[in-house]
């Protein structure tokens, strides 16, 4: 590895939910390259999302230290999380949630825009132009509690490419998507990948094309990464148990 | 070891107890205490008695007696007390069940209902208190009897005599209900009367008010008792003069007795009347540079505002100018 | 050139329409942030501050302002610290308010439940003065002029402040905001109508809106005006009834709430769903 393109660099990092006895992640160290994309699969609670939520700086860790793009999580975390789109697993929202759809994309730029400035034409163009790619764009007027639950998730894609991220974290991304969606989405995220270079860490239990494109799978257990290597070699990790 | 520290402590604590209780039993069988619910009759009792007795009156004079709440000391002056004067007053809702609490069945309780807040019913005040004083404890009272008619007497004719020289009996007023019979007797003309001020509602205000327009009230007259602010709102509404006056001796400084009390509250309306007659002719353009002044803080503050936001506005644009 | 009535109704008329901006606009961040126990904390704590100013002879108002602040400061930032649940701190600070409250109206025997006390709990539409109607059309303009400069941010904190905060929004920030602004609109309003029953002011005309509209842009603008309107609505109920104002008040927002409840397009679609 190249260490002049590491973008993430986590260095035995350990992170406990508040309340909790039990560490969810354990002296992780993990390193990634810019542009490169990264899958995680391990079993429920292995710690998978508390590994995105711990680079995106959303939970602290009580030890170790995590750098991205050359900057210390804790102490640069809102300025760096402006350039991080983040897909979360939950977002469903009640039906008489009243925000529309676009409205919601567009939260993903805000922290781009900065305090006291107001979102323009471009912002709003770049919102509608994810939910083109993501084929939302006619839903951008309905209120987000009215979206079945593929559309809401397509939602929160949008909002995080709508920022034009440098890096995405995507945590179970295509988890309520019907089938032809978790066809194309997928592919979709690779071209723009490949297209606009960003780093992508993908969270999922699901094969697809997208992994087709990945060299990397890190495999989890436990709160310790216990593979982290090539995807076949990996996989078959995950399927010994090991 | 813990065991014996903690035994020691407690036997300490309960000899200072004991010692305490027999103190404070002693000084009670010295002079007899005299409990009264209000200053009214307690001040009234201490002229007459000085130091030959403890004087105990329950509620302060600065409160209404319907707000009055209990503490341990006037549970244990009840309890200890030889006589009770009360006044058989609506305030006084609590004194039965404080009577009733206090187990003394040596209790002498002496009703002096009517009113005292003006020179001719305090006068019967002093009889009956006297009366009753004199045949409990078996004291002469009648040199301070007449002492303290005389400085009411003084009081009285030093309020005709003002009276008269202001001219008040043209003098329209508005008062809080209790101070009704005080400012009659100073010869003004009450024209309406207000309850305690939370009991009213917006239509009461709205009809104080336009009663107050159409006599051309010269003062609004709160109890101090009761609420100092209310009355003042009024008043600046109507172009009228605020004044407070006292309902018990002892509330405010220099008025210990009732006939200093008097003095106080009448010294209080004729100096409001002489403001009111002399400011009379300002009275509107003071008014109306008031709303003038508040007018102009109004597009003060919204000036401060604006300027505030192009601030921010230009900030946020410097960039890209 | 036109004089504006300063008179006892024009100052109840003018404060309703004001108070009835603030706490419907605050209403809206109040309740979709969950902030309800926050806000409720907070008028008893202007209630004991009050009652303070009413036992020491100081500016009840200012009293008021800085023991709201202080529950703030208690219940945002310091929960944080101590890392407690903003529901426990305000399941200590609500009775605390109260007690304090009443010690301080005994402690100075001179001053027992008297009228400033009672206007303290139930309002004195009588006793809004020129400089109050100030404060709040200052408190109105800032307030307005806040939200419109860091919309963006209190909108993507309403819809999910995880979210918000993965965005890069310093999300404590302006939560703490909004708890503060509360606090002073809180205070404000409590001549009006009294602690006991303002926190009615604060979630009722943004329960209502949110009763209808999809949009939140549209809910902070109907908030507002659900809010004047109730307010004057109870106004002159008060006044043909002969009623307690504030009673009133709050007893046409809740009213207004409970028909919006049952009226309500969202919760039929929701009963048909099941």
Same mark, same amino acid.
């Given at each position: 590895?190249?260490?002049?393109?590491?973008?993430?660099?986590?260095?035995?990092?350990?992170?406990?939910?508040?309340?909790?006895?039990?560490?969810?992640?354990?002296?992780?160290?993990?390193?990634?390259?810019?542009?490169?994309?990264?899958?995680?699969?391990?079993?429920?609670?292995?710690?998978?999302? /508390?590994?995105?939520?711990?680079?995106?700086?959303?939970?602290?860790?009580?030890?170790?230290?995590?750098?991205?793009?050359?900057?210390?999580?804790?102490?640069?975390?809102?300025?760096?999380?402006?350039?991080?789109?983040?897909?979360?697993?939950?977002?469903?929202?009640?039906?008489?949630?009243?925000?529309?759809?676009?409205?919601?994309? +567009?939260?993903?730029?805000?922290?781009?825009?900065?305090?006291?400035?107001?979102?323009?034409?471009?912002?709003?163009?770049?919102?509608?132009?994810?939910?083109?790619?993501?084929?939302?764009?006619?839903?951008?007027?309905?209120?987000?509690?009215?979206?079945?639950?593929?559309?809401?998730?397509?939602?929160?894609?949008?909002?995080?490419?709508?920022?034009?991220?440098?890096?995405?974290?995507?945590?179970?991304?295509?988890?309520?998507?019907?089938?032809?969606?978790?066809?194309?989405?997928?592919?979709?995220?690779?071209?723009?990948?490949?297209?606009?270079?960003?780093?992508?860490?993908?969270?999922?239990?699901?094969?697809?094309?997208?992994?087709?494109?990945?060299?990397?799978?890190?495999? +989890?257990?436990?709160?310790?990464?216990?593979?982290?290597?090539?995807?076949?070699?990996?996989?078959?990790?995950?399927?010994?148990? /090991? | 070891?813990?065991?014996?520290?903690?035994?020691?402590?407690?036997?300490?604590?309960?000899?200072?107890?004991?010692?305490?209780?027999?103190?404070?039993?002693?000084?009670?069988?010295?002079?007899?205490?005299?409990?009264?619910?209000?200053?009214?009759?307690?001040?009234?009792?201490?002229?007459?008695?000085?130091?030959?007795?403890?004087?105990?009156?329950?509620?302060?004079?600065?409160?209404?007696?319907?707000?009055?709440?209990?503490?341990?000391?006037?549970?244990? @002056?009840?309890?200890?007390?030889?006589?009770?004067?009360?006044?058989?007053?609506?305030?006084?809702?609590?004194?039965?069940?404080?009577?009733?609490?206090?187990?003394?069945?040596?209790?002498?309780?002496?009703?002096?209902?009517?009113?005292?807040?003006?020179?001719?019913?305090?006068?019967?005040?002093?009889?009956?208190?006297?009366?009753?004083?004199?045949?409990?404890?078996?004291?002469?009272?009648?040199?301070?009897?007449?002492?303290?008619?005389?400085?009411?007497?003084?009081?009285?004719?030093?309020?005709?005599?003002?009276?008269?020289?202001?001219?008040?009996?043209?003098?329209?007023?508005?008062?809080?209900?209790?101070?009704?019979?005080?400012?009659?007797?100073?010869?003004?003309?009450?024209?309406?009367?207000?309850?305690?001020?939370?009991?009213?509602?917006?239509?009461?205000?709205?009809?104080?008010?336009?009663? @107050?327009?159409?006599?051309?009230?010269?003062?609004?007259?709160?109890?101090?008792?009761?609420?100092?602010?209310?009355?003042?709102?009024?008043?600046?509404?109507?172009?009228?003069?605020?004044?407070?006056?006292?309902?018990?001796?002892?509330?405010?400084?220099?008025?210990?007795?009732?006939?200093?009390?008097?003095?106080?509250?009448?010294?209080?309306?004729?100096?409001?009347?002489?403001?009111?007659?002399?400011?009379? @002719?300002?009275?509107?353009?003071?008014?109306?540079?008031?709303?003038?002044?508040?007018?102009?803080?109004?597009?003060?503050?919204?000036?401060?505002?604006?300027?505030?936001?192009?601030?921010?506005?230009?900030?946020?644009?410097?960039?890209?100018? | 050139?036109?004089?504006?009535?300063?008179?006892?109704?024009?100052?109840?008329?003018?404060?309703?329409?004001?108070?009835?901006?603030?706490?419907?606009?605050?209403?809206?961040?109040?309740?979709?942030?969950?902030?309800?126990?926050?806000?409720?904390?907070?008028?008893?704590?202007?209630?004991?501050?009050?009652?303070?100013?009413?036992?020491?002879?100081?500016?009840?108002?200012?009293?008021?302002?800085?023991?709201?602040?202080?529950?703030?400061? =208690?219940?945002?930032?310091?929960?944080?610290?101590?890392?407690?649940?903003?529901?426990?701190?305000?399941?200590?600070?609500?009775?605390?308010?109260?007690?304090?409250?009443?010690?301080?109206?005994?402690?100075?025997?001179?001053?027992?439940?008297?009228?400033?006390?009672?206007?303290?709990?139930?309002?004195?539409?009588?006793?809004?003065?020129?400089?109050?109607?100030?404060?709040?059309?200052?408190?109105?303009?800032?307030?307005?002029?806040?939200?419109?400069?860091?919309?963006?941010?209190?909108?993507?904190?309403?819809?999910?402040?995880?979210?918000?905060?993965?965005?890069?929004?310093?999300?404590?920030?302006?939560?703490?905001?909004?708890?503060?602004?509360?606090?002073?609109?809180?205070?404000?309003?409590?001549? =009006?109508?009294?602690?006991?029953?303002?926190?009615?002011?604060?979630?009722?005309?943004?329960?209502?809106?949110?009763?209808?509209?999809?949009?939140?842009?549209?809910?902070?603008?109907?908030?507002?005006?659900?809010?004047?309107?109730?307010?004057?609505?109870?106004?002159?109920?008060?006044?043909?009834?002969?009623?307690?104002?504030?009673?009133?008040?709050?007893?046409?927002?809740?009213?207004?709430?409970?028909?919006?409840?049952?009226?309500?397009?969202?919760?039929?679609?929701?009963?048909?769903?099941?």
């Amino acid at each position: 590895m190249n260490n002049r393109n590491t973008i993430i660099n986590l260095d035995n990092v350990s992170t406990v939910y508040e309340g909790e006895r039990r560490a969810a992640l354990r002296d992780v160290s993990l390193s990634i390259i810019e542009n490169e994309l990264v899958y995680v699969v391990g079993p429920n609670a292995s710690g998978k999302t /508390t590994l995105l939520e711990t680079i995106n700086g959303l939970l602290k860790p009580f030890m170790g230290s995590i750098l991205v793009s050359g900057l210390n999580m804790k102490n640069h975390g809102r300025r760096l999380r402006a350039e991080i789109g983040y897909v979360p697993q939950d977002f469903m929202v009640d039906p008489g949630e009243p925000y529309l759809s676009i409205d919601v994309v +567009m939260m993903g730029r805000y922290g781009k825009i900065g305090v006291l400035n107001k979102p323009d034409e471009r912002d709003r163009e770049k919102a509608l132009d994810s939910m083109r790619l993501l084929e939302i764009d006619e839903l951008s007027q309905r209120p987000m509690g009215k979206l079945s639950g593929g559309q809401q998730q397509k939602v929160m894609i949008a909002r995080a490419l709508a920022k034009e991220p440098k890096i995405l974290l995507m945590d179970e991304p295509f988890s309520n998507l019907d089938p032809e969606s978790k066809r194309r989405i997928p592919e979709l995220i690779s071209r723009l990948h490949e297209k606009n270079r960003f780093t992508t860490i993908v969270v999922t239990h699901e094969t697809n094309r997208l992994m087709e494109a990945c060299r990397r799978v890190v495999v +989890m257990d436990n709160g310790r990464v216990t593979a982290d290597e090539a995807p076949e070699k990996a996989l078959r990790a995950l399927e010994a148990g /090991t | 070891m813990k065991n014996k520290k903690y035994v020691v402590f407690l036997s300490i604590t309960i000899l200072a107890l004991a010692i305490l209780s027999t103190l404070s039993a002693s000084a009670s069988e010295d002079k007899p205490i005299i409990v009264c619910t209000t200053e009214a009759v307690g001040s009234l009792v201490r002229e007459y008695l000085g130091d030959k007795a403890d004087v105990v009156v329950l509620v302060n004079p600065s409160i209404c007696p319907a707000d009055f709440d209990m503490k341990p000391s006037d549970m244990y @002056a009840v309890s200890n007390a030889k006589i009770l004067f009360k006044q058989n007053i609506q305030g006084e809702f609590w004194l039965e069940g404080l009577i009733e609490a206090s187990g003394n069945v040596n209790l002498t309780q002496v009703a002096i209902p009517g009113v005292y807040n003006t020179p001719e019913g305090a006068k019967s005040y002093i009889e009956r208190v006297g009366g009753n004083l004199t045949t409990i404890l078996g004291i002469d009272l009648s040199m301070e009897e007449m002492g303290m008619l005389e400085d009411l007497d003084e009081v009285s004719n030093w309020i005709t005599g003002q009276a008269q020289d202001y001219q008040v009996s043209s003098i329209k007023v508005i008062c809080m209900k209790w101070q009704k019979l005080f400012v009659e007797s100073a010869g003004f003309q009450v024209v309406a009367t207000y309850n305690p001020p939370e009991t009213l509602s917006v239509s009461d205000i709205n009809d104080l008010i336009d009663t @107050a327009e159409s006599e051309g009230v010269a003062l609004i007259v709160d109890n101090f008792q009761v609420d100092v602010e209310f009355g003042k709102s009024i008043a600046d509404e109507v172009g009228a003069e605020h004044v407070v006056l006292t309902n018990f001796p002892g509330a405010i400084p220099g008025t210990e007795s009732l006939a200093e009390m008097f003095r106080y509250n009448a010294e209080q309306l004729f100096k409001s009347m002489s403001a009111w007659n002399y400011t009379g @002719a300002l009275r509107e353009e003071n008014e109306s540079l008031k709303d003038r002044v508040t007018l102009y803080q109004i597009t003060t503050a919204l000036a401060a505002v604006v300027a505030g936001v192009e601030a921010v506005f230009l900030y946020t644009k410097r960039g890209k100018m | 050139m036109i004089w504006l009535g300063f008179d006892i109704m024009g100052k109840a008329f003018a404060s309703c329409i004001l108070i009835g901006v603030l706490t419907g606009l605050m209403g809206v961040f109040v309740v979709r942030m969950r902030l309800s126990a926050i806000g409720y904390s907070m008028s008893h704590g202007a209630f004991a501050g009050a009652a303070l100013g009413v036992a020491t002879s100081n500016n009840p108002l200012v009293c008021a302002i800085l023991f709201a602040f202080f529950v703030a400061f =208690l219940i945002g930032p310091v929960a944080d610290k101590a890392r407690l649940h903003a529901d426990t701190i305000t399941s200590i600070i609500f009775p605390l308010n109260m007690a304090l409250a009443f010690i301080f109206l005994t402690l100075t025997p001179e001053i027992g439940l008297t009228s400033q006390v009672a206007n303290v709990l139930w309002g004195s539409i009588i006793s809004i003065t020129n400089s109050d109607l100030v404060y709040m059309i200052t408190l109105c303009a800032v307030t307005v002029s806040i939200i419109y400069f860091v919309w963006k941010e209190l909108f993507s904190i309403m819809y999910n402040r995880k979210l918000a905060e993965a965005d890069g929004i310093n999300t404590k920030l302006f939560v703490y905001l909004i708890i503060l602004l509360s606090g002073i609109v809180t205070t404000l309003s409590l001549k =009006l109508v009294g602690g006991l029953l303002i926190y009615a002011l604060l979630f009722n005309p943004a329960s209502t809106a949110l009763q209808f509209l999809e949009d939140m842009r549209k809910v902070i603008i109907v908030s507002p005006l659900i809010g004047v309107t109730t307010n004057l609505l109870g106004l002159y109920a008060s006044l043909h009834l002969n009623l307690p104002v504030g009673s009133c008040i709050v007893l046409v927002s809740t009213s207004v709430f409970a028909l919006s409840v049952l009226i309500s397009p969202k919760r039929k679609r929701r009963v048909e769903g099941e």
